[in-house]
């Protein structure tokens, strides 16, 4: 499967060389006739060409982009850049997403893509106001710290515009659990460039039919049962679990997909799971360990969150929905939770945040990080329904970044907040897991409801709402700040 997650900004160099037909100087030239001969400009500055592009590969970071192979345009003194001039671009110009010029182009616009510059100077100065203002988009940075920065949120706006969601669905235009989730799947590709396939949640049950390789389904439950803490699911029911998983994943990859939901409440209602003995949380963490974005009971708001907080911080994302718990309420006998991991068992002395009904995973510390201990539990009273167990209180960091995005997809709120508690849930969704929030646990619940969100959240380890903001800036979503 094609992650989102792994594009690149292809940008397409320019070396813009303006050069003159005689020698002179005047206000804006001084120099030897020497250095101000017409061949001595050319010449210089085909080297100085080479001499850029060594220096944009070695300091443009290959992890967010690709530098293709640079074009050298010259003109002269009336600012006039040629048709044959330009043609020079039209061999990549399909594949580049970006413009890196070295000095002005004029007439570059004509081609609609994005340019950019690495300049302390005031020419781009000048060139993002007249972009600006003309409605184009334009980047510099003052070095190239600043430019891999840029280039690092251009990333994500990419794996945005490369992500395809499947949804598994009833048909109903929003799932009855989720009336808040963002019913406009179209709308959503115009704007961000998302694609989506709806099918029939009754779906995937005859895909399970196909998943006949009980030998890589084994070794696969082998390798999770081998690294838990404990686990209450036997090796067979995981299986199931593990036969519903590759099952949506075969769907996916038919149909080009690389992000996932699926209705849960009327995925329940069918009794498919029961006939089956399996449920979808497994398929959740387990796709979310791999880099691919997913939530749960088919909320399109909540898994947009999910998205861009995965390919920013390249971490799994934790998803539950949002309750609010009063001080002092006791986790175990009030919240009736099974067991209190950690916080205090007297409860909090402040409003908390409690995220709960929740699928955690275990790469929420990086993708590319060890994964973090966990227990398996079990959903079903029955013994089935396979669900990871992580104590989200034992991260190396207690600082999380939450949020959702609107019904209508236009604005995202986030908060930052702190980790003050972990509990589980013997059956059922779990972990709850309860933060203090920068701005008031109260205010943020209150503002989800009111200011047209909804109830689940996606959460990130870390702080990411710098990033978030510049990402709503880049690609035209609004971003709302708890506590400020």
Same mark, same amino acid.
């Given at each position: 499967m094609k992650r989102a997650i792994d594009v690149k900004v292809n940008i397409k160099p320019i070396f813009a060389n303006r050069t003159h037909t005689a020698y002179w100087e005047g206000p804006c030239?001084?120099?030897?006739?020497?250095?101000?001969?017409?061949?001595?400009?050319?010449?210089?500055?085909?080297?100085?060409?080479k001499l850029w592009h060594k220096q944009l590969k070695e300091n443009i970071s290959s992890e967010y982009a690709n530098v293709l192979e640079p074009v050298y345009i010259e003109y002269i003194e009336n600012f006039f850049v040629s048709d044959e001039q330009f043609d020079q671009l039209k061999p990549d110009l399909e594949d580049t997403d970006i413009f890196l010029i070295s000095y002005r182009v004029p007439g570059l616009e004509r081609f609609g893509k994005p340019v950019s510059m690495i300049n302390r100077g005031p020419t781009p100065i000048d060139l993002g106001a007249y972009y600006a203002d003309t409605g184009r988009e334009f980047y510099f940075g003052y070095d190239f710290e600043e430019y891999?920065?840029?280039?690092?949120?251009?990333?994500?706006?990419? &794996?945005?515009?490369?992500?395809?969601?499947?949804?598994?669905?009833?048909?109903?235009?929003?799932p009855v659990s989720v009336v808040s989730s963002n019913p406009d799947l179209y709308g959503l590709n115009t704007k961000y460039g998302i694609r989506g396939a709806r099918k029939s949640m009754k779906d995937v049950f005859e895909v399970m039919k196909t998943i006949t390789d009980e030998d890589m389904l084994s070794k696969h439950a082998d390798e999770i049962l081998?690294? &838990?803490?404990?686990?209450?699911?036997?090796?067979?029911?995981?299986?199931?679990?593990?036969?519903?998983y590759e099952a949506v994943k075969k769907m996916m990859e038919e149909l080009g997909c690389n992000a996932y939901t699926t209705a849960c409440m009327e995925l329940c209602a069918s009794q498919l799971p029961m006939q089956n003995k399996c449920?979808?949380?497994?398929?959740? &963490?387990?796709?979310?360990?791999?880099?691919?974005p997913t939530a749960c009971e088919e909320d399109i708001n909540a898994w947009m969150a999910v998205m861009i907080f995965m390919y920013l911080s390249k971490k799994s994302v934790f998803m539950g929905n949002a309750s609010l718990v009063k001080p002092h309420m006791r986790p175990i006998e009030d919240l009736r939770v099974t067991e209190l991991v950690s916080g205090p068992e007297e409860g909090f002395d402040e409003y908390a945040l409690e995220v709960r009904h929740s699928v955690p995973s275990r790469k929420m510390e990086g993708l590319d990080k060890p994964d973090m201990p966990y227990d398996i539990g079990q959903f079903t009273f029955a013994g089935w329904g396979t669900k990871f167990q992580i104590n989200m &209180?034992?991260?190396?960091?207690?600082?999380?970044?939450?949020?959702r995005f609107s019904r209508d997809g236009s604005s995202i709120l986030i908060a930052r907040g702190k980790i003050l508690g972990c509990a589980y849930h013997r059956y059922g969704c779990s972990p709850d897991v309860y933060y203090s929030v920068e701005g008031g646990a109260w205010e943020f619940v209150h503002e989800l409801a009111e200011g047209g969100y909804g109830h689940h959240l996606a959460v990130v380890y870390g702080d990411y709402v710098d990033d978030i903001k510049t990402l709503g800036k880049y690609t035209g979503f609004n971003v709302k700040v708890m506590g400020e």
């Open positions: 030239r001084v120099g030897r006739p020497e250095e101000l001969s017409p061949e001595y400009e050319r010449r210089t500055g085909r080297e100085q060409c891999n920065e840029i280039l690092r949120i251009l990333q994500v706006k990419k &794996a945005i515009r490369n992500t395809k969601i499947l949804v598994l669905t009833t048909g109903e235009q929003s081998k690294n &838990a803490g404990k686990s209450a699911v036997s090796k067979e029911n995981m299986i199931r679990d593990l036969k519903y449920t979808p949380c497994l398929s959740h &963490a387990l796709f979310k360990d791999s880099g691919i &209180a034992e991260g190396s960091t207690k600082t999380v970044t939450i949020g």
